[in-house]
Nanobody, 123 residues
Framework: VQLQASGGGLVQAGGSLRLSCAAS????????MGWFRQAPGKEREFVAG????????YYTDSVKGRFTISRDNAKNTVYLQMNSLKPEDTAVYYC?????????????????WGQGTLVTVSS
């Protein structure tokens, strides 16, 4: 499985961005998907996750109410809609796939990773 993340960029605080992660392969619809981020000098952290069917979603506390994860299995794509962005959201954002279909907050559980897309939020 190959994952290609896109949609990052520079935005002012309070603005919005939508990240996309396109996956290759037929098994995408059976994978749980997650978004992680890594800010300079910090460890990679879980941001949001979605089960294989899309029925269950999970968010880290700092983005609840502002970010929304979704997926379109017909298009092999997962999205992260980010609203009310803050400077502390600045990071490289990575999408990841977990073959077992179960969302996890630990990066070590995920089997495949995209290359990352940079989000910069200016104050």
């Amino acid at each position: 499985v190959q994952l290609q993340a896109s949609g990052g960029g520079l935005v002012q605080a309070g603005g919005s961005l939508r990240l996309s992660c396109a996956a290759s392969g037929r098994a995408f619809s059976s994978y749980a998907m997650g978004w992680f981020r890594q800010a300079p000098g910090k460890e990679r952290e879980f941001v949001a996750g979605i089960s294989w069917s899309g029925a269950r979603t999970y968010y880290t506390d700092s983005v609840k109410g502002r970010f929304t994860i979704s997926r379109d299995n017909a298009k092999n794509t997962v999205y992260l809609q980010m609203n009310s962005l803050k400077p502390e959201d600045t990071a490289v954002y990575y999408c990841a796939a977990e073959r077992g279909g179960i969302v996890a907050t630990s990066a070590t559980v995920y089997d495949y990773w995209g290359q990352g897309t940079l989000v910069t939020v200016s104050s």
